[in-house]
């Protein structure tokens, strides 16, 4: 069985994709595809990693673990697709003891014991520091960025360790990344991944990013003109979503305000630009696959 993984980062899609993947859900299920429900497996897997830690599971364990986690037949299920943001730690952690999910290669290595008979995948959206940093700030109870940081440097954070991390750690477990401000434009390219169906096919939610950023008008048009043009690539039709999203985009649903004290307009400049530099090297790195508009 494949096991996919999604974790995130905290402050992406928030749930956004599960969401999504639900909708399609009882038309894949045909398909040996699975997508249960999150009260599911959430807490489950979480407390099922933490009682393996550094040992070894009990011969039954993902017997016990897939049994709670799908209600159909395991026998059934080619691919189950998993979403946990907080698989590697609760947001006030992200950054513990200065580094990025300090504990990620261990719970994932320990994930690897709990589905050794399967094929493990995972999945990770990513996010410019100049805004995540300020997400994750809101999204925990400490009141100010230093607590977050942890003794990090913001200038000195690069996704591309974690990830390095990873790899180096689970060597045999392919990664998928994608840049979380590129949603919008690829938003049906990563559910269909997600799934592992073809890229090109046709289904529910495609462009639910997309209607969430750009103005009615230009969605209707958008929507006209696939009507018009329903043959049009798959490449050819995200330069297009671009086009509208240059042209209709609404102001409050793309941009944010940034009020920290220190960052000015430079150190925020910096901070994406050391970002895109980052995934730029990300998406060379062997073993991993970059989803880009």
């Known amino acids: 069985m494949q096991v996919i993984l999604h974790t995130g980062v905290h402050c992406t899609d928030d749930d956004r994709l599960l969401k999504g993947l639900l909708r399609n859900a009882d038309g894949w299920r045909h398909e040996g595809i699975s997508i249960p429900g999150p009260s599911n497996y959430r807490q489950l897997l979480s407390e099922a990693v933490n009682s ?118 689970l060597p045999d477990v392919p990664i998928t990344v994608w840049a979380n401000e590129d949603t919008p434009l690829i938003w049906g390219q990563l559910l269909r991944r997600l799934a592992g169906i073809a890229l090109d096919r046709k289904i529910t939610g495609a462009f639910d990013m997309l209607s969430a950023v750009i103005a009615p008008e230009g969605m209707q048009r958008f929507r006209a003109f696939l009507k018009e043009n329903p043959d049009v690539p798959e490449p050819q039709k995200r330069k297009i979503m671009a086009a509208f999203m240059d042209k209709y985009a609404m102001d409050e649903a793309v941009e944010e305000e940034l009020d920290l004290p220190g960052w000015d307009v430079a150190y925020v400049d910096m901070l994406t630009e050391l970002y895109d530099e980052d995934l730029y090297h990300i998406a060379g790195m062997e073993g991993v696959t970059f989803v880009a508009p």
């Open 52 to 169: 393996i830690a550094d040992g070894r599971p009990t011969p039954d364990a993902r017997e016990v673990v897939m049994d709670a986690i799908m209600s159909e037949d395991p026998e059934d299920v080619q691919r189950l697709v998993l979403s946990h943001a907080n698989f590697f730690c609760v947001p006030k952690l992200a950054l513990s003891d200065g580094l990025l999910y300090r504990m990620a290669e261990r719970r994932l290595r320990t994930l690897r014991r709990l589905f050794a008979e399967d094929e493990l995948e995972l999945h990770i959206g990513l996010r410019d520091f100049a805004t995540w940093l300020p997400a994750l700030l809101a999204n925990s109870p400490r009141q100010h960025l230093n607590d977050v940081l942890c003794g990090a440097d913001p200038m000195q954070l690069r996704w591309s360790h974690l990830i390095h991390r990873i790899r180096m750690e």
